[in-house]
């Protein structure tokens, strides 16, 4: 028997030409029985926790970053990229856990848990811990790539050298056996953020992806190699086709042959890794997998684990 | 597709055995026939699941600590080229050089950061023979690594007088110590043993539920329950902190 793919993934516009793409990953485990729901009210939350704070930053004075900038000048809170992070820290975390937290609420309120969620759930236990879920949320503004992340996954970008850069700070708590999580105690404090400067570090493309890409790679460094695969193929191949991949990938991550874990990935392009290939450049974009791909760049994909096939939304 | 190859996620188990001198005759001749019971099973169990790869290994102590199969390897592999265990004479039951050497294996440096949580059974027939904190500092190794700290740590003591407080120091929490009274139920013991490192090593399974019903007491003596996979089986147990 197959449970349905519990990990969500979306993206929307943010601000007036940026974007934000978010997957999510909701918990397998019996005592996370609405995790699909948990994961899918973090997509649409940190959507638009995503787009308050692109507003914010560009009715500020620090939406462009000075020429010559260092890219990862984050931890100094008079750089740009500081008060970006403090602003994420700030106003994007607690108030996207907040949201979270009163959306599961509502939810619950809405539709209790049912005499067999019951049973699976432990004594005492927050109704949220049912909810649970990890969080990737990468919003590229202007020249900012701006990324949270709560949970396991992993955020790779590929530099212009094809090189991989690996942004997110790592956690120690993550051991491969357990998670960080919306859910958790201390969700705010469990967030790891990053701030890029794009012109200081030239970007190709970023991939989110949840943790069942990862664990099915064979390749310790696997974000190495798939940035430098990716880099040869945007010189090779155009988005669309791109696009049409991307869902096999997650689904063999996802097979009996991989990780058997549901695979959600968003990739995003940047006008430089466009350019690399055939098609003329516009701005790094992102859809929804209802959107039609035509005239787009930024691709999600998923798929739920033991699918034969790629499972789109 | 862009990043190489793709492959299932290890699951190491490591079977410690105990090589003492009192395991001299029909005790070791009863254990290397529990082992070769319990191997078809993981073979069974690997082929019907779809999560992991079982790589396993193990190691024979006494006195000291000596890898038997120091390799991880496929466990259709050592089924099919299987050669017993023997005793060391005179040698003693000393537990905690042979804690540090499986906590050595599941360092980080050496453990893939894909594997699943892995799988540790400890056999023996005797008391801990290790000099004054031996066993105490070679378990705190063990435990001091991420992965041997989460690992699914199983007992199998040989006779009532081997299942005893350093076991259960080295036990999971949610575990009991399986007990053969005697070697005609060491096999016994072995293959529940194994059956539990498979099932309670599937993810999305609720282990503590899991254990009650394979390793109670009541489930120790006589036919071993084979239990149908459950939903959701091939789920990660991506609990949270």
């Not at chain 1, 108030?95 to 937290?101: G, N, P, T, Y």
């Not at chain 2, 299932?8 to 105990?18: C, E, G, K, T, W």
């Not at chain 2, 026939?33 to 102590?61: C, G, K, N, T």
């Not at chain 2, 017993?84 to 000393?94: H, I, K, Q, S």
Request: aromatic share 4%.
């Amino acid at each position: 028997m197959q449970l349905p793919n519990q990990d969500f993934v979306g993206s929307e516009r943010a601000g007036s030409a940026g974007v934000v793409a978010v997957v999510a990953d909701g918990h397998g485990h019996s005592r996370h029985l609405r995790s699909a729901r948990g994961s899918r009210l973090a997509v649409s939350l940190g959507c638009r926790a995503a787009q308050e704070l692109a507003d914010l930053i560009e009715a500020s004075e620090i939406a462009e970053p000075a020429a010559g900038a260092e890219g990862e000048d984050a931890d100094t809170l008079d750089s740009p990229a500081g008060r970006i992070a403090e602003l994420v820290n700030l106003s994007l975390v607690p108030e996207l856990v907040k949201s979270w937290r009163e959306a599961v609420i509502t939810d619950v309120t809405a539709d209790p848990f049912t005499e067999a969620e019951e049973e699976k759930r432990r004594p005492g236990d927050d109704p949220v811990i049912a909810y649970g879920s990890t969080m990737l949320l990468c919003l590229v503004l202007g020249n900012w790539l701006i990324l949270a992340q709560i949970g396991d996954g992993d955020v790779v970008c590929v530099r212009a050298d094809g090189s991989a850069e690996l942004p997110v700070p790592r956690d120690p708590q993550l051991d491969g056996q357990v998670t960080t999580s919306l859910c958790g105690p201390d969700p705010a404090g469990d967030f790891r953020i990053a701030v890029l400067d794009t012109r200081a570090i030239p970007l190709l493309a970023v991939l989110l992806a949840t943790d069942g890409y990862g664990n099915a790679q064979l390749a310790e460094d696997w974000p190495s190699s798939f940035s430098k695969d990716l880099t040869w193929l945007l010189g090779q191949r155009d988005t669309r086709w791109l696009a049409s991949q991307l869902p096999s990938w997650a689904a063999r991550c996802a097979s009996a042959d991989g990780s058997a874990d549901d695979t959600t990935v968003a990739l995003l392009i940047s006008p430089a890794g466009q350019a690399m290939g055939t098609q003329a450049p516009s701005d790094t974009t992102a859809v929804s997998p209802e959107a039609d791909a035509e005239d787009e760049i930024t691709i999600p994909a998923d798929a739920a684990a033991d699918d034969a096939g790629p499972g789109v939304r | 597709m862009p990043g190489g190859g793709v492959a299932r996620r290890p699951l190491h188990f490591i079977v410690m055995a105990d090589c003492s001198g009192s395991m001299k005759g029909e005790k070791m001749q009863a254990l290397n026939y529990a082992l070769r019971s319990m191997l078809p099973h993981l073979v069974d169990w690997e082929r019907d699941q779809l999560q992991a790869q079982l790589l396993i290994r193990i190691l024979a102590f006494a006195s000291a600590p000596n890898w038997y199969v120091p390799d991880p390897l496929p466990v259709s592999e050592l089924s099919a080229h299987w050669r017993n265990l023997e005793y060391v004479p005179m040698g003693r039951t000393n537990m905690g050089p042979a804690f540090r050497m499986v906590a050595e294996a599941l360092s980080p440096e050496r453990l893939e950061r894909r594997a699943l949580r892995p799988a540790i059974l400890l056999i023996t027939d005797g008391l801990p023979t290790d000099p004054p904190g031996g066993f105490e500092q070679g378990l705190a190794a063990l435990l001091d690594v991420p992965a041997g700290r989460s690992a699914l740590r199983l007992a199998v003591a040989i006779g009532r007088d081997a299942s005893s407080e350093p076991l259960d120091r080295f036990r999971s929490q949610d575990v009991p110590v399986l007990v053969a009274d005697g070697t005609d139920e060491i096999a016994d013991r072995l293959v529940t043993a194994s059956i539990a490192v498979s099932r309670m090593s599937e993810v999305g399974v609720n282990r503590e539920a899991l254990a009650e019903r394979l390793l109670q007491p009541g489930q120790q003596r006589g036919a071993h329950p084979v239990l149908p996979p459950e939903p959701g089986q091939v789920r990660l147990d991506d609990s949270i902190l």
